[in-house]
């Protein structure tokens, strides 16, 4: 699956530094491949701030939602796992693991595993003749044989459009704050059902706010195995894996390749109907009879009224809110990318937002490589969670270093 590029012409005669591969994005996914790639032996150049999105578009007070174990970024020999870090830490690991233990392991790892990681952004990613061309934001510029994106989810925030005609100081999605204090005492309504949502508004509840949230469903819960039933039978009927329990989570643990052989409508059924928004089971004491949740309840109207939002229900009610945080999560729209030449958007293969990838993490675009939530519509649910970065690793890796090694 491969298609040419015109050649762009007119280059700058800019000096440039030659890689082997230049890795777009510095978080899990980033780090992880980076530290295969260098295992590889190859030149890689890695661009991006350390874990950005985990540390601005995350907020004070969060708790992660996956098992510590399954929160472990990934290098060859496996030197710099996360039990590795807690038990060079002094520190006895426990779930759920606080976003500011997450932080400082990512931070551990990118010293041991990827020391020279360039946290300047990259600007423009061009495909010329049989290499890339990548112009940073400080007007270098480096080539290399092969670039691989593993862009933050802060690419793909999703607001639905019926919230775009509000101000941002009025209406704004759960991405956009890495804390909350400024909500203290006011009124907030929170909309949505997830895990990011139900912690937002936890997080705003305890800090002292106001808060309502409006949920068009009810809310799923993800509970512990029932207590009713041997640990032996627990275990058989939903044995634990790194997305959860459950037999379809192990399956795509062991075989985490497998689902990218299965037909398109498959893959798609599987990403749309499975770890959808729920909240973990340590999450539902801080919001059942803490805070205002209106489950089953749609919201039908929203606009400014004399410097609040007005929120109108399907019921007809209306009330008045301070501010509304949008939990709508994320949808991938790599052609949406900013740094991607328009030549590489326009022979870049998409469904539904996201790239088609073959069995190796590489586009329609020979030599470009997507790996984490973007690859999700090819692989499967799996590697949107930290826990898929060590199979991505290694397989778009060991695909790169071919190509490299090709290509000399």
Same mark, same amino acid.
């Given at each position: 699956?491969? =298609?040419?590029?015109? $050649?762009?012409?007119?280059?700058?005669?800019? $000096?440039?530094?030659?890689?082997?591969?230049?890795?777009?994005?510095?978080? !899990?996914?980033?780090?992880?491949?980076?530290?295969? +790639?260098?295992?590889?032996?190859?030149?890689?150049?890695?661009?991006?701030?350390?874990?950005?999105?985990?540390? #601005?578009?995350? !907020?004070?007070?969060?708790?992660? /939602?996956?098992?510590?174990?399954?929160?472990?970024?990934?290098?060859?020999?496996?030197?710099?796992?996360?039990?590795?870090?807690? &038990?060079?830490?002094?520190?006895?690991?426990?779930?759920?693991?606080?976003?500011?233990?997450?932080?400082?392991?990512? #931070?551990?790892?990118?010293?041991?595993?990827?020391?020279?990681?360039? &946290?300047?952004?990259?600007?423009?990613?061009?495909?010329?003749?049989?290499?890339?061309?990548?112009?940073?934001?400080?007007?270098? @510029?480096?080539?290399?044989?092969?670039?691989?994106?593993? !862009?933050?989810?802060?690419? %793909?925030?999703?607001?639905?459009?019926?919230?775009?005609?509000?101000?941002?100081?009025?209406?704004?999605?759960?991405?956009?704050?890495?804390?909350?204090?400024?909500?203290?005492?006011?009124?907030?309504?929170?909309?949505?059902?997830?895990?990011?949502?139900?912690?937002?508004?936890?997080?705003? #509840?305890?800090?002292?706010?106001?808060?309502?949230?409006?949920?068009?469903?009810?809310?799923?819960? +993800?509970?512990?195995?029932?207590?009713?039933?041997?640990?032996?039978?627990?275990?058989?009927?939903? !044995?634990?894996?790194?997305?959860?329990?459950?037999?379809?989570?192990?399956?795509?643990?062991?075989?985490?390749?497998?689902?990218?052989?299965?037909?398109?409508?498959?893959?798609?059924?599987? =990403?749309?109907?499975?770890?959808?928004?729920?909240?973990?089971?340590?999450?539902?004491?801080?919001?059942?009879?803490?805070?205002?949740?209106?489950?089953?309840?749609?919201?039908?109207?929203?606009?400014?009224?004399?410097?609040?939002?007005?929120?109108?229900?399907?019921?007809?009610?209306?009330?008045?809110?301070?501010?509304?945080?949008?939990?709508?999560?994320?949808?991938?729209?790599?052609?949406?990318? $900013?740094?991607?030449?328009?030549?590489?958007?326009?022979?870049?293969?998409?469904?539904?937002?996201?790239?088609?990838?073959?069995?190796?993490?590489?586009?329609? @675009?020979?030599?470009? %490589?997507?790996?984490?939530?973007?690859?999700?519509?090819?692989?499967?649910?799996?590697? /949107?969670? =930290?826990?898929?970065?060590?199979?991505?690793?290694?397989?778009?890796?060991?695909?790169?270093?071919?190509?490299?090694?090709?290509?000399?």
């Amino acid at each position: 699956m491969s =298609v040419s590029l015109n $050649p762009k012409k007119n280059q700058a005669s800019t $000096p440039s530094t030659q890689y082997d591969v230049v890795v777009m994005g510095a978080g !899990p996914y980033g780090l992880s491949l980076s530290a295969h +790639l260098l295992g590889h032996g190859l030149k890689v150049a890695t661009f991006g701030k350390v874990n950005y999105f985990w540390r #601005n578009h995350m !907020p004070d007070g969060m708790l992660l /939602r996956s098992f510590w174990w399954a929160s472990s970024l990934s290098d060859p020999q496996g030197k710099y796992a996360i039990a590795r870090y807690y &038990e060079a830490q002094g520190k006895t690991p426990a779930d759920p693991m606080p976003r500011e233990t997450f932080l400082d392991y990512v #931070n551990w790892f990118q010293k041991h595993a990827v020391p020279n990681v360039d &946290e300047t952004y990259i600007s423009n990613i061009e495909h010329v003749d049989d290499h890339y061309r990548v112009t940073l934001e400080d007007g270098r @510029v480096v080539t290399s044989k092969a670039v691989a994106m593993a !862009p933050g989810l802060h690419y %793909y925030i999703y607001s639905p459009e019926e919230y775009a005609h509000m101000p941002k100081h009025l209406v704004s999605h759960q991405s956009e704050h890495a804390t909350l204090e400024q909500f203290k005492g006011q009124r907030v309504a929170v909309i949505g059902g997830g895990q990011g949502s139900l912690e937002t508004a936890a997080l705003l #509840n305890e800090l002292g706010a106001k808060v309502s949230v409006f949920v068009r469903r009810t809310v799923r819960w +993800l509970n512990l195995h029932n207590s009713i039933y041997p640990m032996w039978a627990r275990h058989l009927r939903a !044995p634990k894996a790194g997305m959860g329990y459950g037999w379809s989570n192990l399956f795509q643990e062991k075989y985490p390749y497998s689902l990218h052989g299965a037909s398109r409508a498959r893959r798609d059924n599987i =990403v749309d109907n499975t770890h959808g928004p729920a909240g973990s089971h340590w999450l539902k004491p801080r919001i059942i009879g803490q805070v205002d949740l209106r489950e089953n309840t749609s919201i039908t109207k929203i606009e400014e009224v004399d410097g609040k939002v007005k929120l109108t229900l399907a019921n007809g009610k209306e009330e008045l809110y301070d501010h509304v945080i949008l939990g709508t999560g994320y949808r991938p729209d790599v052609k949406g990318l $900013p740094m991607l030449d328009e030549n590489i958007k326009d022979a870049l293969q998409t469904h539904r937002g996201s790239p088609v990838l073959n069995s190796h993490f590489e586009t329609s @675009v020979p030599g470009l %490589y997507f790996v984490g939530f973007s690859s999700a519509r090819s692989f499967g649910p799996f590697y /949107r969670f =930290v826990v898929g970065a060590d199979a991505a690793a290694r397989r778009a890796s060991g695909a790169i270093a071919k190509q490299v090694v090709r290509s000399r």
